[in-house]
């Protein structure tokens, strides 16, 4: 656990200043966090909402969190739980396919001015859209995010050979996509 994650808890621990650390946790992670929900999410109102929910649940557990791992990794955790919860809810809530599901979001992401970018850019998202969300995420978390299989096996709880898996099997339809285009 780094320094910045060592002051933060010591705040958050004493009833003097434990708004003061939870106000700086999120400070310190909030974009991070977003990122990783959008990254999955598409929409931002989604990622907006699931940001907070990330943050609120971490609140909750705090006293529970025993460091054995650094604040970054455990509120990844949170936050990609709360993705993968979130489309899955989102799937049954309306009764509608993966795959109308993916169609609604590329149809997001060709409608939304917002996301600048060249085309190889909307093509790659196009292509995440397609990934099953276990794969979309190992590819952010490697190959957007930079971390390491040891990090990515701490978030997810999956093993280093099944990462690195996902993530070969995620880059090659990624390149069939992009490639049939």
Same mark, same amino acid.
């Given at each position: 656990m780094n320094q910045t994650d060592q002051q933060i808890l010591e705040r958050i621990r004493s009833p003097f200043t434990k708004e003061i650390g939870f106000r700086q946790l999120i400070e310190t !992670? *909030?974009?991070?966090? !977003? *990122?990783?929900?959008?990254?999955?999410?598409?929409?931002?109102?989604?990622?907006?909402?699931?940001?907070?929910?990330?943050?609120?649940?971490a609140f909750r557990s705090l006293d529970r969190f025993q460091g054995n791992s650094s604040l970054f990794t455990w509120l990844y955790r949170i936050a990609t739980n709360e993705a993968l919860s979130f489309l899955e809810k989102k799937k049954n809530r309306y009764f509608f396919s993966l795959e109308d599901h993916r169609e609604k979001m590329e149809s997001y992401l060709d409608q939304n001015g917002n996301l600048n970018g060249d085309e190889i850019q909307l093509r790659l998202q196009k292509a995440l859209l397609k990934l099953p969300e276990k794969q979309r995420l190992v590819f952010h978390l490697k190959y957007q995010e930079e971390l390491t299989y040891e990090q990515m096996s701490e978030i997810t709880g999956t093993s280093i050979g099944?990462?690195?898996?996902?993530?070969?099997?995620?880059?090659k339809k990624i390149e069939q996509y992009v490639l049939s285009e």
């Open positions: !992670y *909030q974009r991070k966090v !977003y *990122q990783v929900i959008r990254r999955m999410v598409i929409i931002h109102e989604d990622a907006d909402d699931l940001t907070q929910n990330t943050f609120v649940k099944a990462l690195k898996a996902s993530y070969h099997h995620a880059v």
